[in-house]
């Protein structure tokens, strides 16, 4: 694993540290020792071990990737309330629900703002999120600050070690994907689109607006890869256009169907360990420090 420095951020430098997940530690500072548990009834439970300055400002970071570690997080903000810290931030580089930020058919939620709301009312200082999936989360979000996806593509590309072609996986990622290879010096973007059934959730119609890529080697840049099936079947479509070596950049990588499903399309998967920790030799993981 490599390691990424993402800077550009407003992020004081914290000193005091609640690190709920004990193998992800972004920051750097001293850490306070707790213990964590679930009760039998499932409730998340914390012990936090007293003797660190409660007058300071605690910066609790986490990896919100189910609604009990979002348990967690709750009861940990009530507990350092109770012992009389007054002043608290939190960095959790992936949102959940991000991906829901629109009311597709009526009967869904609005799920990122069911998150939203909860962490809102824990009335904290800042709120550090890493590459958002779009506005709709920072806008929602009392006090957020928003880490960009730039530093990180950048570290791909140095991994890369060749000129590629950045790929927009459909019209949502235009504007972040126009930032980046503005950041990158101009490095070219292929702008591509795909259908999705919003009852089924089933994807169809990928297109690459471009006659012929040449061999060029691409690399698609996206927030978030789940099941892949938005990434192999791009990776069809930037094939039939004559593509070159294809690679893969997540800033938040679940694989929810494991790696099997990307066949042999990518020379190489990249994603940061905002999500979790990976050991796959298809996947090169750059993890976040600030």
Known sequence: MIYICVTNTQIPNIMILLNLDPNFSPLSGTAINFKSFTFYGGEPHIKIEPGFDVSQTITITHRLTDFNALGTLCVAVDALKRMGVTKINLFIPYF?????????????????K????????????????FDPHSEVTPALLNNCEVVSNHTFIAEVIKAIDGNVTLISPDGGALKKIYKV????????????????DVKTGRLSGFKVFEGNLNGANC?????????????????????????????LAVSHGIFSKGF???GDYFTKIFTTNSFSDIQNDRVQQIAITL
Do not use: H, W
């Not at 959940?96 to 609005?110: H, N, S, T």
């Not at 998150?115 to 200082?125: S, V």
């Not at 290879?181 to 999705?196: A, I, Q």
């Not at 479509?237 to 690679?247: R, S």
């Open 96 to 112: 959940p629900a991000a991906r829901q930020d629109r009311v597709m058919i009526p009967g869904e939620p609005l799920t990122v």
């Open 114 to 129: 069911v998150y939203a709301d909860i962490i809102n009312a824990m009335q904290l200082g800042k709120v550090t999120v």
């Open 181 to 196: 290879s503005e950041y990158l010096e101009g490095l070219p973007v292929v702008e591509c689109s795909k259908s999705r």
């Open 219 to 247: 690399l698609i840049v996206d927030d978030i890869c789940d099941g892949g099936g938005t990434f192999t079947g791009l990776a069809e479509a930037l094939k039939a256009k004559n593509a070159g070596n294809l690679y």
């Open 260 to 262: 099997d499903v990307f």
